[in-house]
């Protein structure tokens, strides 16, 4: 294999295919996940009407080879397989590391296929695994997340994204953040829903994407105190039931903070086309700050396929 597959846990442990005796042979539906395209027909109409395309659930058939030393050995493997899988099926973590040096990451569940057919009349030390397991969230990821990071920074105490991260907090300390959009490049393939990590002292904060025209706005006189913070999570996931939350270090979920008309649902990080080149122009404003006022959007890259 070109490449080195691992598979965890969700505890995010890893779970070791001792080789040689068990070899992972192919992998399958891991290119271009399924498109669903929502369209409606009216009386008389010939053809059909275009609506919108979503991603759907993507399919990842696998097999494996497990190699025994005797018969019994070999039936100690299939129990010890179904116990595997058994674990597969509360959710696990599919990671590719690549030739080229990037890695690769999906949520997967265990969906099928993992029968263990035997010929009983036939002393055979291998056995040929083969499971079909789902992915409902069908993107896969870069494991490594990226941190967009405004704060302070330089001897004039301005305001501004920091070009590796988030550094110690520097310069004389401002209380105004402006709002002046800068360019950050996206390098994926699908947009990506970060998680956005206020810290105060800041009142009134307002996060912009420019490129999409896209606006999370705080309500008149909200203010965060030193110390104190607020993380917006924006990330929808697999679980249908998983609200969009505000929080608050101290008042716990705040979902009156933004202003009705917020874009909490479709704030985001763009990709090319939508952003040209992946470029978006982002920006942070808010009053009251000083040296230890902080925004952090922090997301993992999306692909669409490997």
């Keep these: 294999m070109p490449y080195l597959a691992s598979l965890f846990d969700s505890r995010g442990d890893e779970m070791e295919l001792n080789y040689p005796h068990v070899r992972f042979k192919s992998i399958d539906g891991i290119g271009m996940a399924p498109v669903r395209h929502l369209e409606e027909q009216y009386a008389q109409q010939h053809g059909t009407a275009y609506l919108a395309s979503y991603l759907s659930k993507r399919i990842i058939p696998m097999r494996w080879d497990v190699f025994a030393d005797s018969e019994a050995d070999m039936w100690d493997a299939r129990d010890e397989t179904l116990r595997l899988i058994s674990v597969l099926s509360q959710g696990f973590k599919l990671r590719l590391d690549l030739p080229n040096g990037t890695t690769r990451q999906i949520d997967l569940r265990y969906d099928s296929g993992l029968t263990l057919p035997r010929d009983l009349e036939q002393i055979d030390y291998e056995q040929i695994m083969v499971a079909q397991c789902v992915a409902h969230n069908p993107l896969w990821y870069d494991p490594e997340s990226v941190l967009w990071a405004y704060a302070v920074s330089g001897g004039a105490g301005e305001f501004g994204f920091e070009d590796?991260?988030?550094?110690?907090?520097?310069?004389?300390?401002?209380?105004?953040?402006?709002?002046?959009?800068?360019?950050?490049?996206?390098?994926?393939?699908?947009?990506?829903?970060?998680?956005?990590?206020?810290?105060?002292?800041m009142t009134k904060p307002v996060i912009t994407n420019h490129t999409l025209d896209l606006t999370l706005e705080f309500v008149d006189g909200y203010a965060i105190d030193e110390g104190e913070t607020v993380v917006i999570d924006l990330a929808p996931g697999s679980d249908a039931r998983r609200p969009l939350t505000v929080t608050h270090s101290v008042d716990?979920?705040?979902?009156?903070?933004?202003?009705?008309?917020?874009?909490?649902?479709?704030?985001?990080?763009?990709?090319?086309?939508?952003?040209?080149?992946?470029?978006?122009?982002?920006?942070?404003?808010?009053?009251?700050?000083?040296?230890?006022?902080?925004?952090?959007?922090?997301?993992?890259?999306?692909?669409?396929?490997?």
């Design 164 to 201: 590796d991260g988030l550094a110690f907090p520097a310069g004389f300390g401002g209380s105004v953040a402006s709002g002046v959009p800068e360019s950050k490049e996206y390098s994926g393939s699908w947009d990506a829903y970060p998680t956005i990590t206020l810290h105060g002292p």
């Design 252 to 306: 716990g979920n705040v979902p009156d903070a933004l202003t009705n008309d917020s874009d909490l649902g479709t704030w985001r990080i763009a990709r090319h086309p939508d952003a040209v080149d992946g470029i978006n122009a982002i920006s942070v404003a808010f009053t009251g700050g000083n040296i230890n006022s902080q925004a952090e959007i922090r997301f993992n890259t999306q692909y669409v396929g490997v």
